[in-house]
């Protein structure tokens, strides 16, 4: 099974910028793969942004605009660039992959997945915390 080690994680003022790293132990094959974060407060994980397969990147409606996922195969890593972020963003984030999910699953981690089980498997997280 692949472990999945994140980084990156940090204590920033609101409008600042944070890059989260995650290093799979081993070439990527799932079929999808991607961010997820759970407030303090939270007893779920919810999707921030999930690549497919063959490349596509879904983002959920928070991530829009202000976060980007970027993939080095090369590395087996996967990226999240965060921009303009606010307090609302502290959570603890986390990189997790899904190897047999069927076609539409990887948008549906993004914009609708609420949970911590699944078909996902989870690196041990990274905490950001944004403050005003």
């Known amino acids: 099974q692949v472990e999945l080690v994140e980084s990156g994680g940090g204590s920033v003022q609101a409008g600042e910028s944070l890059r989260l790293s995650c290093v799979a132990s081993?070439?990527?094959?799932?079929?999808?793969m991607g961010w997820f974060r759970q407030t303090a407060s939270g007893k779920d994980r919810e999707g921030v942004a999930?690549?497919?397969?063959?490349?596509?990147?879904v983002y959920s409606v928070d991530a829009q605009g202000r976060f980007t996922l970027s993939k080095d195969n090369a590395k087996n890593t996967l990226y999240l660039q965060m921009n303009t972020l606010n307090p609302e963003d502290t959570a603890m984030y986390y990189c997790?992959?899904?190897?047999?999910?069927?076609?539409?699953?990887?948008?549906?981690?993004?914009?609708?997945?609420?949970?911590?089980?699944?078909?996902?498997?989870w690196g041990q997280g990274t905490q950001v915390t944004v403050s005003s």
């Open positions: 081993e070439a990527d094959s799932s079929k999808c």
């Open positions: 999930v690549i497919s397969s063959n490349g596509r990147v």
């Open positions: 997790a992959a899904d190897l047999s999910a069927p076609p539409g699953t990887c948008a549906w981690y993004a914009r609708e997945y609420s949970g911590t089980g699944g078909a996902l498997t």
